[in-house]
T-cell receptor, first 115, second 115 residues
Framework: DTGVSQDPRHKITKRGQNVTFRCDPI?????LYWYRQTLGQGPEFLTY????????KSRLLSDRFSAERPKGSFSTLEIQRTEQGDSAMYLC?????????????FGPGTRLTVL | AQKVTQAQTEISVVEKEDVTLDCVYE???????LFWYKQPPSGELVFLIR??????QNEISGRYSWNFQKSTSSFNFTITASQVVDSAVYFC????????????FGGGTRVLVKP
């Protein structure tokens, strides 16, 4: 068990470009979550999946954001036409809903800088 | 809607001093879960503890202890005999309804332990 992994760890892009992040959850976990953390703040929920179904989306997730988990394993988060306000740490977490202890385990995050 | 407030933004102590981090929460749900996470300088969120709303028993784990009081909607965290390695940002979080639901985080408290 290698824990939750995220790729890339850092991304620098120019305003207006599209970016895509990947998250690989802990292998037996059926739930996968995306959060965003700006400097000096706590993480904020964006969306989550149970298997391949996207069950909830935050109002923070504008039309420029899309998340997928096509086979119920890894997930991608795409941001189109990036803006400077998108600069943040994007955190992925996973959990097993059928387990007694279904707390969320977090990955190392992808830090996005939009110039 | 849920809300978590961590009024202390930063606490600085000298090694071996005790430090208590405050957390106050708001929710209309009768079933909810409270969490503490640690975020060291490396950035990865580390799970510390989970409590459910029906269990007000305080807990001690090594140098860490937690005090849950429903009457004041508080879930405070104490580090006894602090060490330099305890330097990190600590987040209190809440999930309503089930532990695997989305987390609502507080703004975090930065703890700096000086040698």
């Amino acid at each position: 068990d290698t824990g939750v992994s995220q790729d890339p760890r850092h991304k620098i892009t120019k305003r207006g470009q599209n970016v895509t992040f990947r998250c690989d959850p802990i292998s037996e976990h059926n739930r996968l979550y995306w959060y965003r953390q700006t400097l000096g703040q706590g993480p904020e929920f964006l969306t989550y999946f149970q298997n391949e179904a996207q069950l909830e989306k935050s109002r923070l997730l504008s039309d420029r954001f899309s998340a997928e988990r096509p086979k119920g394993s890894f997930s991608t988060l795409e941001i189109q036409r990036t803006e400077q306000g998108d600069s943040a740490m994007y955190l992925c977490a996973s959990s097993e809903s059928r387990a007694r202890d279904d707390e969320q385990f977090f990955g190392p995050g992808t830090r996005l800088t939009v110039l | 809607a849920q809300k978590v407030t961590q009024a202390q933004t930063e606490i600085s102590v000298v090694e071996k001093e005790d430090v208590t981090l405050d957390c106050v929460y708001e929710t209309r749900d009768t079933t909810y879960y409270l969490f503490w996470y640690k975020q060291p300088p490396s950035g990865e969120l580390v799970f510390l503890i989970r409590r459910n709303s029906f269990d007000e028993q305080n807990e001690i784990s090594g140098r860490y202890s937690w005090n849950f009081q429903k009457s004041t909607s508080s879930f405070n965290f104490t580090i006894t005999a602090s060490q330099v390695v305890d330097s990190a940002v600590y987040f209190c979080a809440l999930s309503a309804g089930a532990a695997g639901n989305k987390l609502t985080f507080g703004g975090g408290t930065r703890v700096l332990v000086k040698p």
